[in-house]
């Protein structure tokens, strides 16, 4: 059984923090769940290009505001405490943030190792597991 709680990550190599935002990965590839788990804050007023070519995505709004907006069609969506969304489609989209900090719970297939970052694309990379490389 693993347990953890979120704020042993914070100041670790978990807890990856840009200009735009902080993720705090709680569950990564080496922990073999076959998916990575994580707590994101998207900070107000920002705007992030993401396009998860490798990963499929699912996030659960907790708290704050914002809005993601797909490129493909323009289709905006208001995200709040309550709202979830799948990239099921490897959706290319815009993450804003609103008002107030925007706290969201993210799961991601295949697993993040913990270091990925954005590319100019808006990609993260495709990593190999730890536990795979041996």
Excluded at 12 to 18: C, H, L
Excluded at 34 to 61: D, R
Excluded at 77 to 84: D, E, I, S, T
Aim: proline content about 4%.
């Amino acid at each position: 059984m693993i347990v953890r709680n979120v704020k042993d990550v914070i100041g670790t190599d978990q807890e990856i923090v840009t200009e735009n935002w902080t993720s705090r990965r709680v569950l990564l590839s080496k922990d073999g769940m076959g998916f990575s788990f994580h707590e994101t804050v998207i900070f107000p007023g920002t705007e992030t290009h993401i396009h998860y070519q490798n990963h499929l995505e699912a996030v659960w709004c907790i708290e704050g505001d914002g809005e993601i907006e797909t490129i493909a069609d323009g289709r905006r969506f208001a995200l709040g405490p309550g709202v979830v969304y799948a990239l099921d489609q490897h959706d290319e989209h815009w993450l804003r943030g609103g008002r107030e900090p925007l706290r969201v719970i993210c799961v991601f297939n295949p697993p993040l190792t913990g270091r990925e970052v954005h590319d100019a694309s808006g990609v993260y990379p495709l990593e190999l597991c730890e536990t795979d490389s041996a």
